[in-house]
């Protein structure tokens, strides 16, 4: 028994002796589930990572001693160098599976020159889990040396709805961004909106794209209106629509007044909200709507005026009071200045307007109907009118007269006719001395120009009647010959009475 217990001890000494020591170090079987179960992964790498270590520190101080082969030393080594570049990987596999870039805000602003930008603040809110920490030595100089704490090259841009690219850069690109120091971009809004989405592309290919309610800078405490059509055009005894934007950059929800300054009382106003009937004076944001369509219409008189006159910009603001501080508005003069508006810190907006007129031209005529007699020629008369708000130049009369009739104005051309001015005018037709019986017409076309643009009347036509003339002397002679027959038959009729 003892030899026995003794030959089994020499085949032991003899098995460790022929396997290399460094076998026992060898990593462990790779599991298919790794990939699936990283952190797992992570513990199996490390282990063998610890071993090859240990088993390194072995050999090398055997290697000092001359006790085992450079060969075997260099084995060792390599086991644990691929061990490290194992242990490397599945530190890097769990790292960027825990690597998360979130937004922390995105503010909208408003600039002093009237352009849209975004600030996007992101922060690294990567995170590792208890038990990663657990199978991992935070201060660990390997895990150290891969900044666990470090998002790399992060690229950032704003899109709409449609995926296209709202934001001026295009894209801004991060180089790093570490937990817990936040860094915010600035955009320009190439497209104003409320709601967008931020691309986000970080790490190794890692991407976001939330959707996002942009906040109001409260800090501005102030409505910002704004109008797409804020220089018009406006005819006298017409009316306008300026359209207004309106934005609340506040955090409160206070209750504000429209009022308009520097427009001439001449001119009514009223505001009211787009799509609703009734004026309003007073507007109310709500946390759910800080955005208000309104519109401010406008009338100018019929006729220029002392504070409205013709073809000079009048420029007028629209202001957005807090109803707590209408009386620092109350306050100053009615004729406000830029500085006196800007010193108020509210929301306002320059319009402008320029009263235009245009001329009108009206032919009236009392007679359109005459009848040809036995006179050379005919007359028509009829009255030229302006009745609009410019003066009208060059008004000139285009006939069409029937074949061989001669026609003709006085006068033929009008140079000029103020407003509510008028002309007389006479038409004088005469026709050919074998005209026939019928009727006939002359159609009039009435141009003019009002500040170099056409103005046309409407179309008259006149209508002339030629009935057929009388022969004198040969109803003479017939009434002579009746007058004979009846004679001659009265002294035939006595004379045969007396036989």
Known sequence: MTRKLI????????????IPSDAFAQSPFPNARDDSYPLLGLKRAKSSYERAASELARQKELFQKDLISPEKYELALNTFQDAEVNYQQSLLVLLFEQQFVSIKRALKTQSDDNVKRVRVTLENTSSATAEFAQVVNMEDELFRSLQPDVIHNIYVSL???DGAIISSPYEIKIEELLSGKPKTIEFNLLQDLDELTVNIIYGNGSSRSP??????????NKVLIQSERFSQEVELGSSANYGLGLELFSGMND???LEVVNLPNSITRYFNEQGQQGRISQIKFTES???ILANLQISLPDRPTADVPMDEPIIFYVMAVPISRLGEFNAKTTDWNLEEIEALDVGFVRLEMIPRGVGRLVVKTPQLYNEFDDES?????????????????NIEFELDAPFQWEKRLEPSIIPTLGIREE???????TPPDDISVGRYETRMRSTSLSENQPVNAEDKTFTVQVAAQANVFGTSMILLLIIGLVGGVVYFGIKLSKK
């Open 7 to 18: 030959v089994l001890s020499l085949w032991l000494l003899a098995l460790l002796i022929i």
């Open 159 to 161: 899109s709409n709805d």
């Open 211 to 220: 959707k996002v309610f942009l906040e109001k800078d409260a800090s501005a």
């Open 255 to 257: 209750t504000y007044k």
């Open 289 to 291: 709507n800080n955005n």
């Open 377 to 393: 020629s005919v007359e028509f008369t009829f009255v030229v009118v302006n009745e609009g708000t410019r003066r009208l130049d």
């Open 423 to 429: 002309t007389t005018v006479k038409l004088i037709l």
